[in-house]
């Protein structure tokens, strides 16, 4: 079993942020593969399926982003799990807007839903990076991520959803770079 969390703040108000653009990930893939309706648990909403023969927990913490590794470790620490069973999907500042990476452990990039995580588990889980871009200047950081995705962003925000959401096999199968590689493609920037 597998448990990929969607980072993100709960609320209808919070909804479009691009600092909950992990929910929205969660949600087009639970969407996509068939995954049950909705139950609360382990301080969040969870939602079991399969992808392909790999059995996946859905989780979206109840918790706000700061808190959102208390979560994921009672999750864990529930199905008896390591911390490279746990896939985190989360807004990136340092990628371009509506590109898709992928990495196991590293730095937490002063990312409190990261630093969280982290903190309750340990490093060595991986992420899915989902680029929001970056403002320009520190001061604008915190307004831009918890801001709403502008009108004109709605399209290229779906369509980068909907390809990580199809191309979530591999990511179930541990093929990180194939993953990366058929979203790039999808999205009309693979090389």
């Known amino acids: 079993m597998q448990i990929w969390v969607g980072l993100g703040n709960p609320g209808a108000q919070y909804a479009l942020n691009r600092h909950n653009v992990g929910f929205m990930a969660i949600d087009t893939i ?31 913490p109840a918790t706000f982003m700061n808190e ?3 979560s994921v470790g009672e999750a864990m620490r529930f199905y008896k799990l390591d911390t490279g069973d746990v896939t985190v999907f989360h807004d990136e500042l340092d990628i371009a807007p509506f590109r898709v990476k992928v990495k196991v452990g590293g730095g937490t990039a002063g990312h409190n839903g990261l630093r969280s995580t982290e903190a309750h588990i340990g490093n060595a889980f ?4 989902l680029g929001i871009g970056h403002p320009g200047h ?21 369509d980068m959803l909907g390809a990580v959401a199809a191309e979530a096999p591999w990511l179930a199968k541990g093929d990180d770079v194939r993953f990366m590689n ?7 920037d693979g090389k």
Do not use: C
């Open 30 to 60: 639970a969407d996509l593969h068939g995954f049950s309706p909705v139950k609360k648990a382990f301080q969040g909403w969870t939602q079991e399926g399969r992808i392909g023969p790999d059995k996946i927990l859905l989780l979206k």
């Open 138 to 158: 520190k001061d604008k950081v915190s307004p831009y991520v918890l801001g709403n995705y502008a009108k004109a962003e709605m399209d290229p925000l779906s």
């Open 68 to 70: 959102s590794g208390r």
């Open 182 to 188: 058929d979203v790039a493609l999808r999205l009309g």
């Open 126 to 129: 991986r992420r899915i990076r």
